[in-house]
């Protein structure tokens, strides 16, 4: 975490460093950005202009479903092609960088050396406005220094999970065969925000099943998007399945790009961000005024029955309370 303050210009000069293909400048942008704070508003700052070029994919799903070893044939699979690619790894559950963000980490030694890969971990050290904030300010970096593609793999299954599909592009959920996986996912509200199914370790018994019953809930849920999620079946250990899973990808961008929807859906998640942003400030603000010797006068003047508890919050809470 980057304890100095970062004035404009050195954000500036950083981003411009950065741009230039200097790894280390985008990671420490990146550091800034994961700290937030004013560090974190001077880098969006010098980054916006650039930004709307990349396609952002969020992977999620249940821990050890296998998103990192789907992620990283997925990174292979765009190197190939000849495109520049970058995978944010987002831990919402440990302040610290766990061990499963570890273990991605050597698992993704082979594009270590790879020029055209850039990964990062984000641990977001639950400062305010959390991953809603740091996790498109990051993806807009890398979109800013040339990323076409951003993968963003999360931990574990949940509400952030949920909110970080709404800052992708095209969502994949990814359940294991089992009896259960679909419908964890579905009460999980995964089955809204997912644009492609993966049953990956579909080397394992149950494949036809866990296929039958997500088919059977997206049907009783209608295709009201236009578009109905495709379920692909994926061994990520050793690659079956990942053609037919890029080839879903490409279909759902090509359907949003032509549809509209994707100007729609970015348009939503500027208004979310937006929202998140000014949460967070306004509860900055809440906080000092939660305090303090006139805090304390109003607590004592409650307290003696002087004076009610909302007139006291209108005057603490000044224009900003109605
Ligand atoms: N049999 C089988 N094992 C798989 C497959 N895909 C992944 N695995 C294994 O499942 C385990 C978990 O894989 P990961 O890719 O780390 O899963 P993950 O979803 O990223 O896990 P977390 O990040 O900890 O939530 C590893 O031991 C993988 O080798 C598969 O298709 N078949
Ligand atoms: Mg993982």
């Known amino acids: 975490v980057p304890t100095e303050t970062v004035p404009g210009r050195d954000a500036d000069a950083l981003v411009a460093r950065a741009l230039t293909g200097e790894r280390a400048a985008l990671a420490r942008v990146l550091s800034f950005v994961d700290g937030g704070g004013d560090p974190a508003r001077a880098v969006s700052r010098a980054v916006h202009a650039r930004t709307g070029q990349s396609w952002v994919v969020g992977i999620t799903g249940a821990p050890g479903a296998g998103k990192s070893t789907l992620t990283d044939r997925l990174v292979a699979r765009v190197r190939d092609g000849g495109e520049r690619v970058a995978v944010l790894a987002v831990d919402p559950t440990s302040p610290f960088s766990g061990g499963a963000i570890l273990g991605d980490r050597v698992r993704m030694q082979e594009h270590a050396t790879d020029d055209g890969v850039f990964i990062r971990s984000l641990a977001t050290r639950g400062h ?48 294991n065969p089992g009896w259960g996986d679909a419908v964890q996912a579905a009460k999980a509200g995964l089955l809204e925000v997912a644009d492609v199914f ?10 036809r099943d866990t296929v039958r019953e997500l088919d059977g809930m997206l049907e009783l849920a209608g295709h009201g998007r236009g578009w109905r999620p495709p379920i692909v079946e994926t061994v990520a250990t050793d690659g079956s399945g990942i053609d037919a899973l890029v080839d879903a990808l490409r279909a759902h961008r090509g359907h949003q790009e032509s549809s509209g929807s994707a100007t729609a859906r970015r348009r939503a998640r500027v208004a979310d961000e937006l929202r998140a942003i000014v949460a967070e400030q306004l509860a900055t603000v809440a906080a ?24 006291a919050a209108a005057e603490l809470a000044g224009p900003a309370a109605r």
């Not at 931990?155 to 359940?175: I, S």
């Not at 005024?289 to 909302?310: Q, S």
């Open 288 to 311: 000092a005024r939660g305090a303090g010797p006139r805090f304390d006068e109003l607590v004592a003047a409650v307290d003696a029955r002087t004076i009610d508890p909302y007139t």
């Open 128 to 175: 305010l406005g959390g991953l809603s904030a740091s996790v498109p300010a990051a993806a807009r970096v890398l979109d800013a220094v040339g990323y076409p593609w951003v993968l963003i793999e999360t931990v574990g299954v949940g509400q952030v999970e949920v909110e970080v599909a709404a800052h992708a592009d095209t969502t994949v959920v990814v359940v």
């Open 198 to 207: 993966v049953v990956n370790k579909a080397d394992r018994p149950g494949v």
